[in-house]
């Protein structure tokens, strides 16, 4: 089994960046972040794989950016230039297969982090 555990979020202030982590227990093919907001469906944002090969949704290109300490067994997203668009629960989330790309159906997910940007 796989477990993930989300830190790092909190309030912030648009322009401004903020990093959330995530503990994991086995580094699989595919992990990501997701997010939802408020009365809104859950967004992909971003994946890497177990190479290192990421992608990003529209929304988050530029300013958000995932990279992984194998040896901490974290996996990190990045924020910067935020908008109070950006405001919802993040989640971190792992698969063992399928394709690598921004997604919401992951096999497995941590309990998510808040994140707020305030104007």
């Known amino acids: 089994p796989q477990s993930l555990v989300e830190s790092g979020g909190g309030s912030v202030q648009a322009g401004g960046s903020l990093t959330l982590s995530c503990r994991y227990t086995n580094d699989l093919h595919c992990m990501g972040w997701y997010r939802q907001a408020p009365g809104k469906e859950r967004e992909g944002i971003v994946t890497?794989?177990?190479?290192?090969?990421?992608r990003y949704a529209d929304s988050v290109k530029g300013r958000f950016t995932v990279f992984k300490d194998k040896e901490k067994k974290t996996l990190y997203l990045q924020m910067s230039a935020m908008k109070p668009e950006d405001t919802a629960m993040y989640y971190c989330?792992?698969?063992?297969?399928?394709?690598?790309?921004?997604?919401?159906?992951?096999?497995?997910w941590g309990q998510g982090t808040q994140v707020t940007v305030s104007s």
């Open positions: 989330a792992a698969d063992g297969g399928g394709t690598c790309v921004p997604r919401t159906d992951f096999k497995y």
């Open positions: 890497i794989t177990y190479g290192g090969n990421r």
